[in-house]
C-alpha cells in the first residue's frame, strides 16, 4: 500500500512538472530549437509511462502489477476470490473501466467480492472491445457476466507484463496538423426511429406465472447509437373480471438477451407513475445498460409476475400493454425524451395483449401408445409353473401446460375363452424406475381393472412424457387356458386420478385428461404350436356348368411353428359351425356376409403341406422350433346366393405320434383368420 502510494506521489510529481515545463517554456519556443524541445518532451512522456506502469494506472494491454495473469474460471455477480481481485485490478488499469473512482473497489482497494460496481466495469471493457466479445455472440448489450468470451480477451491482454518500451519521438506536429481522437463506443447523434410493441410467443399467462413474457419491443435508432435511460410501460385490464393491473401483478421487468436489465413491483396502486380505474404506468429509471447500436433493431422483453390467486379473476382476463414513452441518451450526449402519442414513432394505439387465465386453465394429461410398446406377438408360458415379468403393455403419460402428479393410474387386462383370474396371477406398473403393486381390483368374467396408487410419487414436468409399463404374471397353462389364450391391456383413462397446478385434480370430463392407450393382442403359448395366418388369402365366385350358377373358392394358408416339442398334424381338413371345433388337422367354418355360420351347401376342402415339416403318412411331422406351412382349399356350393367366406377355427395335433388330436390350438380372434367374401349365385 505504501509502495503504491509512493509511486502515485512519483507520478503525480513528473505531470505537474511536465505542465509547468511546458507553460515556462511556451514563451521561448522559437528560441530554443525543434530537436531540443522534442527531446525534452521524450524524457517526459518516458519517466511519465515507467512510473504509470508501476502503479498499474497506464491504460496499456497488458495493467503493470496484475499481469501476467490467466483467468481460469467464469466470474459473476456474487462469485469470490482471489480472481476477483486482480479482474477489479486489471479493470483499474484503464480509467474507462475503473471499478470505482474513490473508495472501496478503486486503484488500490480492491477486493475479493464481484459486486455490481465490478459488473458495471465489465460491461464497460466489453462495451470497449464488442466486436470480439458481444458482436460474434449476437449480443447488442453488455451483460456484465465475465464468461467465456470476455474472459478469452483479458487473458489475451494480460498474457504478460513486458517491461515498458521507450515511448517512440512524437513526430513534430506541422501547423493546422492535428491527431485523430479516440473513438467512442457509442458514436453519432440518434434519433428515434421506431418503437413497435408485440405480443410474446405465448399470449397467454397463468395465475403464479415467474417471469412470464407479456410483451416484446422492438426499439431501433437512426443516425447513431443511444442508450436508453429510462422506459415508461403502460398496463390497461380490459377483461370481464379484474381489470386493475396492480391486482394482477407481483412485479414487471425488462429483458435483453436474456438478461434481466430492470425490474419494478407491481401489485400496489402507488407502484404506478399514473393510475385511471383499470390502468396504470411502470417507470423504469436509471437503466444504463441498455444499448442501441445504430439501425441494428432491439429487442426488449417486457415480463411479469402473476399474483396467485388474482383475486375476482374472469379467466381468461385481457391486459393491454404499450409503451408510454422512454428517455434516451446518443452518443454526443445529447438527451431526448419521447412521449406516446396517436401515430406517432411512439404509438400510443400500439399494444400487445395478453391473457391472464386460472391456474391449471388449459392443462392436461394426455395417454398414447409408448414407442417400446410390444407388438402383437406369441408369449410362451409355461406349462406347470407361473411365468413373470411379461411386458405386455407401455404407454406415454405427456404434461401440457402445467407440472402434474400422478394419483392413480389404472390397468385393464381381457382375455378370451377363460376367466382373466385364471389366466392372470399379477400384474405390476413400472414407470421410469419406479414399481408399484396392485392396491385394489375390479373383476368381471373376461376382464380385470387394476388400480394402482402412485401417490403422488411420479411428477411429469409441464412439456415432458413418461413412459409406464405393465408387467404380468401368468399362472401355469395346465388346469387354467388352453394354447393360443389372448390377453390384451390398455389404461383406464377415465379412472385415472391426477393433480395439477394449484394442487387442482384434473377432470376427465373437461377433456384434461384424454387419450388411450391400448396394447396389441397377444397369444399364451405353452408346448405345442403357434399357429399364424399368412397373407394373400383368396375368394372367388367361379362358374359352375349350370347357367346363373356358381362356386366359390377359397385359398388360405398358414404357418404352424412347434413350440417346446415334436409334433404331428394331420393333412385333414373339417367342416363344423362352431367356433370351437377340434380334430387333428385344421376345423374351419363358412360364415354368411352377416357373420353368421352355415350349415348347408355342398364343400369339397384339403389341407395339405407346402413346406416344411417331414412327412408321415398323412401327417406332417414338425420338430421343436420349426415350421411348416399349410394350405386350406374350400370349394362351397350354396343351398341359396349369397356372399360367404371361410374362417378358420383352430388347428388339432398330437404331442406324441401320427394318430388323433391331444391337443388344440384356437384360432383367436376369428376376423383374423377369415378369407375374403365371395359372391356366389345359385
Not at 517554456?25 to 506502469?53: E, V
Not at 404509438?347 to 401408445?369: M, P, W
Not at 414436468?461 to 399362472?475: K, M
Not at 406351412?629 to 367366406?645: C, H, I, K, R, S
Amino acid at each position: 500500500m505504501t509502495i503504491a502510494k509512493d509511486f502515485a506521489t512519483k507520478a503525480s510529481v513528473v505531470l505537474v512538472a511536465a505542465a509547468m515545463i511546458l507553460t515556462l517554456f511556451a514563451p521561448a519556443a522559437q528560441a530554443q530549437s525543434a530537436a531540443d524541445l522534442q527531446t525534452m518532451i521524450n524524457n517526459l512522456l518516458a519517466q511519465i509511462a515507467t512510473l504509470q506502469a508501476q502503479v498499474g494506472q497506464g491504460g496499456a494491454p497488458a495493467a503493470a502489477g496484475v499481469c501476467p495473469y490467466t483467468w481460469t474460471r467464469d466470474l459473476r455477480t456474487g462469485s469470490t476470490g482471489a480472481d476477483v481481485q486482480k479482474l477489479q485490478q486489471f479493470l483499474n488499469a484503464n480509467p474507462d473501466t475503473r471499478v470505482a473512482a474513490t473508495g472501496v473497489g478503486s486503484a488500490g482497494q480492491e477486493t475479493q467480492t464481484f459486486g455490481p460496481a465490478t459488473a458495471a466495469a465489465v460491461s464497460k471493457f466489453q462495451v470497449m472491445h464488442r466486436a470480439e466479445i458481444l458482436t460474434p455472440a449476437g449480443l447488442v448489450n453488455p451483460t456484465g457476466l465475465f464468461g467465456p468470451a470476455t474472459r478469452a480477451k483479458a487473458n489475451a491482454l494480460c498474457v504478460a507484463a513486458a517491461p515498458v518500451a521507450p515511448v517512440a519521438p512524437v513526430a513534430p506536429v506541422a501547423p493546422g496538423d492535428e491527431e485523430d481522437e479516440d473513438v467512442s463506443a457509442l458514436g453519432g447523434e440518434a434519433d428515434l426511429a421506431q418503437v413497435e410493441v408485440d405480443n410474446a410467443d405465448d399470449d397467454t399467462v397463468s395465475e403464479g406465472a415467474e417471469g412470464a413474457p407479456i410483451a416484446v419491443l422492438n426499439v431501433e435508432f437512426d443516425n447513431g447509437d443511444a442508450e436508453i435511460n429510462r422506459l415508461d410501460v403502460r398496463l390497461v385490464g380490459t377483461g370481464n373480471g379484474q381489470t386493475q393491473p396492480w391486482n394482477i401483478f407481483e412485479t414487471v421487468s425488462l429483458w435483453v438477451d436474456g438478461e434481466m436489465v430492470a425490474e419494478a413491483d407491481a401489485s400496489s396502486r402507488a407502484d404506478y407513475l399514473s393510475r385511471s380505474t383499470n390502468a396504470g404506468v411502470i417507470r423504469f429509471s436509471g437503466l444504463d445498460d441498455i444499448v442501441a447500436l445504430e439501425d441494428e433493431e432491439l429487442e426488449i422483453v417486457v415480463a411479469a409476475d402473476v399474483r396467485d390467486p388474482v383475486r375476482g379473476l374472469n379467466s381468461p382476463d385481457d391486459v393491454t400493454v404499450s409503451v408510454a414513452g422512454l428517455r434516451f441518451t446518443d452518443a454526443a450526449g445529447i438527451v431526448e425524451t419521447v412521449s406516446a402519442t396517436a401515430g406517432g414513432v411512439v404509438d400510443s394505439a400500439d399494444t400487445a395483449v395478453v391473457s391472464i387465465e386460472e391456474a391449471g386453465e388449459g392443462q392436461e394429461l394426455r395417454f398414447s401408445i409408448g414407442s417400446g410398446n410390444p407388438a402383437a406377438t406369441n408369449i410362451l408360458v409355461d406349462a406347470d409353473t407361473r411365468t413373470n415379468g411379461v411386458k405386455i403393455l407401455e404407454g406415454s403419460l405427456r404434461a401440457e401446460d402445467a407440472d402434474i402428479l400422478l394419483e392413480t393410474l389404472a390397468v385393464r387386462i381381457e382375455t378370451a375363452a377363460a376367466t382373466t383370474s385364471q389366466v392372470v396371477n399379477d400384474v405390476r406398473l413400472r414407470i421410469d424406475g419406479q414399481t408399484f403393486r396392485v392396491n385394489n381390483a375390479l373383476h368381471s368374467a373376461n376382464h380385470i381393472v387394476y388400480f394402482f396408487h402412485i401417490d403422488n410419487d411420479v411428477e411429469i414436468a409441464d412439456g415432458e412424457t413418461v413412459q409406464a409399463e405393465v408387467l404380468a404374471d401368468f399362472n401355469k397353462q395346465v388346469g387354467n387356458y388352453n394354447n393360443g389364450q389372448t390377453i390384451r391391456a390398455s389404461f383406464e383413462v377415465g379412472s385415472t386420478v391426477a393433480e395439477g397446478a394449484a394442487n387442482m385434480n384434473l377432470d376427465v370430463a373437461q377433456n384434461e385428461i384424454r387419450g388411450s392407450a391400448s396394447g396389441e393382442l397377444h397369444k399364451l403359448v405353452a408346448q405345442g404350436v403357434v399357429v399364424t395366418m399368412m397373407t394373400g388369402a383368396t375368394a372367388t365366385g367361379v362358374s359352375a356348368d349350370v347357367a346363373a350358377d356358381s362356386t366359390g373358392e377359397y385359398r388360405m394358408r398358414f404357418e404352424v411353428t412347434a413350440v417346446e416339442e415334436e409334433v404331428w398334424v394331420a393333412q385333414t381338413a373339417v367342416r363344423g359351425t362352431a367356433a370351437t371345433t377340434t380334430g387333428n388337422g385344421i376345423a374351419y367354418r363358412i360364415l354368411h356376409s352377416n357373420f353368421a355360420p352355415t350349415a348347408t351347401g355342398t364343400v369339397t376342402e384339403s389341407f395339405r403341406r407346402i413346406s416344411g415339416g417331414t412327412v408321415d403318412g398323412n401327417f406332417i411331422r414338425i420338430a421343436d422350433g420349426q415350421t411348416a406351412v399349410f394350405e386350406l382349399f374350400v370349394t362351397f356350393n350354396p343351398d341359396v346366393a349369397g356372399q360367404f367366406m371361410v374362417e378358420a377355427v383352430a388347428v388339432g395335433f398330437n404331442e406324441d405320434a401320427a394318430a388323433a388330436a391331444t391337443d388344440t390350438f384356437t384360432l383367436t380372434p376369428g376376423s383374423d383368420y377369415q378369407s375374403p367374401l365371395a359372391s356366389i349365385r345359385n
